[in-house]
């Protein structure tokens, strides 16, 4: 059997490196280092591993090797260091800047003091934190749990995703993913090559619109109103951009709110097929449903053909670190979303989904989301009558407004005046101890007026309104 | 305030809804509907929600309204669903297939009956389960876990990673994510555009390689020796392919267990400067080191100008769900990865974030360190003298062989003799009852050489025996 120990390498060089080192630290350049002879004594070592780990050091430029005449210490070792030049890496990096601003900017934690109208996520007191952390502890010492998983999901999970889609959902239609942004990026990047166009609405969500562009998408806006995308202008922006791609949130939409009207779902689906193109139904809000009207089912249920690839998250109605949500697809494209995954992280952990499987079928999950939904149709209620009483009259603006009060998700999407700086006001916001969100980053390109979005999940009623206050004191 | 029951929608039409769904699945096509009035009645509802449900089944094609006459069952209700038509999904999805089936069949649990000498994972007893599973639980209930986390990772995970990596790396050159797979994709996507070159080692880890392609890079190989990649062939592929990425894995190279020598660390280095390209330096293996010759420092210590990224992960020496892992980066590089990872996932999950700090910040780490590499020692000195043994003479292979014994990671790489077919032999094997992974997959072009990849991580040193006796059975 061959000797490991026989290609060229380093036998317990370390104490003898570390050594030198010091020495070179404590040295100018030029100045010369013990004797092999002496290294050898020091560290009771053999020849070899002396020469090693001058070799170490000199592949590293703190040493030079005179033939016949010793090592010294290397010039550039004994000279402070320049500051590092990295002014290569822009031309190598080249243009593709990815713009990620607005997306952290949702996911900054801001000081107490101030009033958050702006975060995607449910603050500490709406998570269901004693049944999660139960959940993740029992899951925690199960046998087997940290080993590696199904590509696809754990069954249980798919099966939990599956009946919750319905609509002829089957457990093998269902691939389970870290959380909704990532499994929004691999639809993006397996349903449409790069250079492709992808539909979105006007407004959309802003993450859907920096995975496009990362993956060098170009979105194509198509106007939604209160009842959600326009049918006529999508079919015509499908025609215009040969997009096979098109994003929506049919239900809750985030920013703006809306659902997708019954009479415009039918025309939506035929849009798409005509054009031969997918949908990504991003349903991330149908659990944030606060009442009448109910939402509809799923486009998912209409699409016999495999048109429809339905995202669905446990994050938004649990705790942001919940990262566990599901793609659920037909087709060849099921196929290819299967391996984008594998590709992408190989599978999700064991525990998180175990975790999120105890959750959701618990009965205590049921008592959260109606517990959740209670208090958020009051904060909702609260938000838009401070927005009512401090912005004006909500009426008012009503033939301008993308859509009126939501039944469900966590925005109010507020018309400002025309002329109005949606980000200036924002900053100012800021700067007064409320963050409310600008409406210009969920815009594909101009929008048609300046919004503000308000989120009314993370904080109390009163607080609210003292944001509210605060927002319209500096407009 | 407006009333959001204005807007089109249903109220309470469930029920109506399952009441009509239910009666056309028993009724055939063209019959006629309860009246509107007699749905009134039933449900006690107003027209309104009625005509809202019916409006639902018609926008899902199942009833048909005939103005003046009622409504009736729809043709395509009542005849037997025709098999979905996926096929113009092939048209939709294009060329761009995505290859995960090496990296599946790494991924698969085999039965328990079988001898597994392809997996890239600790098996259940070498993983720390009991530690990863109590500091897992603690961490489960801390407060504030569930929220959502900095973007770039907890502050004591990437203290960590910065401590492990050395040679100058701060915290704040570290981001967290979700797992080394995921990490080597957004390098692979942040530091190069869609169609350019990258260079790899021939060969090198097929789960880099099938990453590059779905990205639509263009693996570029250079060959690798027992003494890592050839920093010659580097030179002139870089070179030659333009290319402004480099992918090595410098220690214990998957598959062939290479190290690069400390004589070709500089030229590497020289040549990766003079190209003004990137190095993503993947270090996965340096925790499973076994012994002497113990393995050089990372070349990110050599590299003050950002040219080397630097990939570790926690999952390589603990276990497979323990997703966490770190690119340590400098100057714009760092800006755009950190950017990149926030539009893929937005960030890396709080319990397993502070539970896998926990876990390595713990004296039993260390422990399990040292008892994990002596068991792969005994484990890598029984399958190489089976494989002695059972395949002929490692000795008379030296000369065409790529690496030696490994002294760290925990794959031998075998050549087959010329004409063997080794994915025809890896089928036989696993018919025989032992799992092993072809060579071809590591390389990006044509192999030198038949080979395979005999892991000695998952099985004890009898079934490791007993694995290659009936891999010789069927050569």
Same sequence: chains 1, 2.
Wanted: charged fraction near 20%; hydrophobic fraction near 50%.
């Amino acid at each position: 059997m061959p000797n490991g120990n026989t290609a060229p390498g380093i036998i317990a060089t370390g104490p003898i490196v570390a050594d030198l080192e010091a020495v070179v630290a404590d040295a100018a350049a030029g100045d010369r280092l013990p004797s092999v002879r002496e290294l050898m004594a020091r560290h009771r070592a053999g020849p070899a591993t002396v020469q090693r780990a001058i070799a170490a050091l000199a592949a590293r430029g703190l040493v030079e090797a005179r033939p016949g005449r010793g090592t010294f210490v290397a010039a550039r070792a004994s000279v402070p260091a320049a500051a590092p030049d990295h002014s290569w890496q822009t031309v190598a990096l080249g243009p593709r800047a990815i713009d990620a601003d607005p997306l952290e900017a949702l996911l900054q934690v801001p000081d107490p003091d101030v009033i958050v109208l702006s975060t995607g996520y449910l603050p500490a007191e709406l998570q269901p934190v004693a049944a999660l952390g139960a959940a993740l502890a029992r899951a925690a010492r199960r046998p087997g749990v940290w080993d590696r998983m199904p590509a696809e999901g754990l069954a249980g999970m798919r099966t939990h995703f599956a009946a919750a889609v319905g609509g002829g959902a089957t457990a093998g239609d269902v691939i389970v993913c870290p959380g909704g942004q990532a499994a929004l990026g691999t639809c993006l990047r397996g349903l449409a090559a790069p250079g492709a166009a992808v539909i979105v609405e006007a407004p959309t969500y802003l993450g859907a619109l920096l995975a496009a562009r990362t993956q060098g998408l170009r979105p194509v806006p198509v106007p939604a109103d209160e009842h959600g995308v326009r049918p006529d202008l999508l079919a015509d922006a499908l025609h215009e951009s040969g997009a096979r791609l098109v994003y929506l949130q049919p239900v809750h939409a985030n920013p703006h709110g809306a659902t997708l009207a019954l009479e415009r779902r039918a025309d939506v689906l035929a849009a798409v097929r005509a054009a031969g193109a997918f949908l990504i139904e991003d349903d991330a809000f149908r659990e944030l449903s606060l009442g009448a009207p109910e939402p509809p089912p799923p486009l998912f249920h209409d699409d016999p053909d495999g048109h429809v690839v339905h995202v669905r998250s446990l994050t938004k109605p649990s705790a942001p670190s919940l990262r566990i949500s599901a793609v659920v697809a037909r087709g060849p494209a099921a196929a290819r979303l299967r391996a984008a995954r594998i590709v992408e992280d190989l599978f999700v952990s064991g525990p998180l989904q175990e975790a999120a499987l105890e959750l959701v079928a618990a009965p205590a999950w049921r008592a959260h989301l109606r517990r959740l939904r209670k208090v958020l149709r009051e904060r909702r209620d609260a938000l838009a009558a401070a927005v009512e009483e401090q912005l004006g009259p909500l009426e008012d603006r009503a033939a301008a407004r993308l859509a009126g009060l939501p039944s469900g998700g966590i925005n109010l999407w507020v018309r400002l005046d025309p002329g109005e700086d949606d980000r200036e006001l924002a900053r100012r916001a800021a700067a007064a101890g409320v963050v409310v969100y600008p409406g210009r980053p969920f815009f594909a390109a101009e929008p048609p007026a300046p919004f503000v979005r308000l989120t009314y999940a993370a904080e109390p009623p009163e607080r609210l309104a003292e944001g509210v206050k605060r927002l319209a004191a500096v407009r």
